[in-house]
């Protein structure tokens, strides 16, 4: 059992930043694919980025790519998402999700039903 928990979120004006947490207890964290999800209201959860266990792979969703990075710390046992240029369509509850693969893949890690560990969510909010 891995169990995640998301810190970080808050309330930020648009165009800041903010860094989320994702810390595992349980497993080693460095044996298992970390992505980070978020979902608004009445939507569905959607992918914003992933990582390989040792970090040497990353992929983004396009509203991500080049505002937000993904990476991670394995002796701490935690993954992080830096976000930056933070927009109010970035607001929603984000997720990190870890899964044990044998092999990174990014069309797998980019799919919520792929994942079998979640943590409780953490809310971000941007607005003015």
């Known amino acids: 059992q891995v169990q995640l928990v998301e810190s970080g979120g808050g309330l930020v004006q648009p165009g800041g930043s903010l860094r989320l947490s994702c810390t595992a207890s349980?497993?080693?964290?460095?044996?298992?694919?970390v992505g980070w999800f978020r979902q608004a209201p009445g939507m569905e959860r959607e992918f914003v980025a992933a990582?390989?266990?040792?970090?040497?792979?990353?992929d983004y969703a396009a509203s991500a790519k080049d505002r937000f990075t993904v990476t991670r710390d394995n002796a701490k046992n935690t993954v992080y998402l830096q976000m930056n240029s933070l927009k109010p369509e970035d607001t929603a509850v984000y997720y990190c999700?870890?899964?044990?693969?044998?092999?990174?893949?990014?069309?797998?890690?980019?799919?919520?039903?792929?994942?079998?560990?979640w943590g409780q969510g953490t809310q971000v909010t941007v607005s003015s």
């Open positions: 999700g870890a899964v044990n693969l044998a092999y990174y893949s990014s069309d797998y890690s980019s799919r919520p039903d792929g994942y079998t560990y």
């Open positions: 349980g497993r080693t964290l460095s044996n298992y694919v």
């Open positions: 990582i390989s266990g040792g970090g040497g792979r990353t």
